[in-house]
């Protein structure tokens, strides 16, 4: 059995209760240990296997999960955020059916969800924005899977932009053609890792705050007036609003 697990952002306890579990009795481990922190590991027995997968090739995964398999071992794949974004699952779950070995996924916290608690915003602001859009600037890819981000600036949604942040110029002038130069940003480097920073601005100064701080990897790049604005009180808990769990007051 494979088993998919979010390993959350960073912080070793922002993983998931079962998550924790299942790492707690796999025999093997395959984790990216670029992006995900080794205290997790910890969490694992004593004599489990480890596999570093930023050293090993798209086959050599499979062949360790096939091993595995075949000696029948439990094994986990540690992603990092969630899995099921910009994780690569697919194509390993895809060759794991061809081979009939079972999976399950165990999600995990997104770094764009802990990137929002660092920097204490919320996304949804009524009155605001309703809509998230999570993207990236396109890359090695593939182009226009869904919209440039020059095109998706227009619905001036909340934004949650990833793998992006070693072009920040090319971020900012595709963001200004539908968002408003006052656009407030933040960068979040290493949301909830010791060596975290958080950067402010707007889409007139950020570039120039990222370049001085030397960020060219591993942040969010957040956009929208979310981040700073006037909003209209949640009908949801506006006294004279009802709903199926709660009568009104007027
Ligand atoms: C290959 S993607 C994986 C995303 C992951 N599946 C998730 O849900 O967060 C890696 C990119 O996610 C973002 N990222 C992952 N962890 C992060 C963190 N702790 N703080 C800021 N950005 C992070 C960065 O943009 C990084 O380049």
Same mark, same amino acid.
């Given at each position: 059995?494979?088993?998919?697990?979010?390993?959350?952002?960073?912080?070793?306890?922002? /993983?998931?209760?079962?998550?924790?579990?299942?790492?707690?009795?796999?025999?093997?481990?395959?984790?990216?240990?670029?992006?995900?922190?080794?205290?997790?590991?910890?969490?694992?027995?004593?004599?489990?296997?480890?596999?570093?997968? !930023?050293?090993?090739?798209?086959?050599?995964?499979? %062949?360790?999960?096939?091993?595995?398999?075949?000696?029948?071992? *439990?094994? !986990?794949?540690?992603?990092?955020?969630?899995?099921?974004?910009?994780?690569?699952? @697919?194509?390993?779950?895809?060759?794991?059916?061809?081979?009939?070995?079972?999976?399950?996924?165990?999600?995990?916290?997104?770094?764009?969800?802990?990137? !929002?608690? &660092?920097?204490?915003?919320?996304?949804?602001?009524?009155?605001?924005?309703?809509?998230? /859009?999570?993207?990236?600037?396109?890359? &090695? *890819?593939?182009?226009?899977?869904?919209?440039?981000?020059?095109?998706?600036? @227009?619905?001036?949604?909340?934004?949650?932009?990833?793998?992006?942040?070693?072009?920040?110029?090319?971020?900012?002038?595709?963001?200004?053609?539908?968002?408003?130069?006052?656009?407030?940003?933040?960068?979040?480097?290493?949301?909830?890792?010791?060596?975290?920073?958080?950067?402010?601005?707007?889409?007139?100064?950020?570039?120039?705050?990222? @370049?001085?701080?030397?960020?060219? &990897?591993?942040?969010?790049?957040?956009?929208?007036?979310?981040?700073?604005? %006037?909003?209209?009180?949640?009908?949801?808990?506006? !006294?004279?609003?009802?709903?199926?769990?709660?009568?009104?007051?007027?």
């Amino acid at each position: 059995m494979v088993y998919f697990i979010g390993a959350g952002p960073g912080d070793e306890e922002l /993983i998931t209760v079962k998550g924790m579990k299942r790492l707690q009795v796999v025999d093997v481990v395959i984790y990216a240990g670029s992006l995900v922190s080794k205290k997790l590991l910890d969490y694992c027995k004593s004599d489990v296997e480890i596999y570093d997968s !930023a050293s090993m090739d798209f086959n050599q995964v499979i %062949e360790v999960m096939q091993e595995s398999h075949n000696k029948g071992k *439990t094994l !986990a794949r540690l992603h990092t955020g969630d899995p099921s974004i910009y994780g690569t699952i @697919k194509e390993q779950m895809d060759e794991l059916d061809r081979r009939n070995i079972p999976y399950e996924i165990i999600p995990g916290v997104s770094s764009f969800l802990a990137a !929002a608690s &660092r920097v204490k915003a919320e996304f949804t602001l009524p009155g605001v924005s309703q809509t998230v /859009i999570i993207t990236r600037l396109e890359g &090695r *890819t593939g182009k226009s899977e869904g919209g440039r981000l020059d095109e998706l600036s @227009k619905h001036r949604a909340s934004m949650s932009i990833f793998l992006s942040i070693q072009d920040i110029e090319g971020v900012v002038e595709q963001l200004k053609v539908g968002y408003s130069e006052e656009t407030p940003v933040a960068v979040v480097y290493k949301a909830t890792w010791p060596d975290e920073k958080i950067l402010r601005g707007t889409l007139k100064d950020i570039a120039d705050k990222v @370049k001085a701080e030397n960020i060219d &990897r591993f942040a969010q790049i957040l956009v929208g007036d979310f981040l700073n604005s %006037e909003y209209e009180m949640s009908k949801l808990y506006d !006294a004279c609003f009802t709903h199926m769990y709660r009568s009104g007051t007027k």
